[in-house]
């Protein structure tokens, strides 16, 4: 009945920006943290960005200064604006998010970062 929809990925050179957003359908539940991960070839699924309902924030070191996550509860949508990108963040981004219920995982967008 949930759905997650990520979109925005795509293939950048270095330097450059693209924002990531995750539409969050069919839920009558409070959403309360969200976040968004990533997972390069042959690593790990890594947490890139968190923020709760209070509108704090969290970031992994590597993305910290360059990276901004940000919702808005009336649409349901939590968004990742992603600027002066390098080739190490190339991966799948997931959006994840967090109800009293269950959480739930978007299948992920495409990043591809070139040098």
């Known amino acids: 009945q949930v759905q997650l929809v990520e979109s925005g990925g795509g293939l950048v050179q270095a330097g450059e920006s693209l924002r990531l957003s995750c539409v969050v359908t069919?839920?009558?539940?409070?959403?309360?943290?969200m976040g968004w991960y990533r997972q390069a070839p042959g690593k790990q699924r890594e947490l890139v960005a968190g923020i709760n309902t209070g509108g704090n924030t969290l970031y992994a070191d590597s993305v910290k200064g360059r990276f901004t996550i940000s919702r808005d509860n009336d649409k349901n949508t939590v968004y990742l604006q992603m600027n002066r990108l390098k080739p190490e963040d190339t991966g799948v981004y997931s959006c994840?998010?967090?109800?009293?219920?269950?959480?739930?995982w978007g299948r992920g967008t495409q990043v591809t970062v070139s040098a």
């Open positions: 994840r998010v967090r109800t009293w219920r269950a959480d739930y």
């Open positions: 069919r839920s009558g539940d409070r959403i309360d943290d």
